[in-house]
């Protein structure tokens, strides 16, 4: 939600994702839905990114994750 009440209304979440990371290896599926493991795409103009960061920068922290940044073209 506070990604859409920051104007980034276009955006896609995978659900049952899984890898390992520093926190070690994390199944896709936890105990519950707050701890199924997902993976959030969004795509934003350049000058908007580190705004997008700052956004989901807390949820990175708390639950784990990696957050990066690539030029993409949309066909």
């Not at 493991?37 to 990175?60: G, H, K, Q, T, W």
Request: charged residues 25%.
């Amino acid at each position: 939600d506070a990604v859409i009440s920051g104007g980034f209304n276009n955006y896609s979440i995978l659900h049952s994702v899984e890898g390992k990371g520093d926190r070690g290896f994390r199944q896709a599926e936890g105990f519950h839905v707050e701890e199924s493991n997902i993976m959030f795409l969004c795509i934003c103009a350049p000058d908007r990114l580190s705004e997008l960061a700052d956004i989901v920068r807390p949820y990175l922290h708390r639950y784990g994750g990696l957050c990066w940044s690539e030029d993409v073209t949309v066909l």
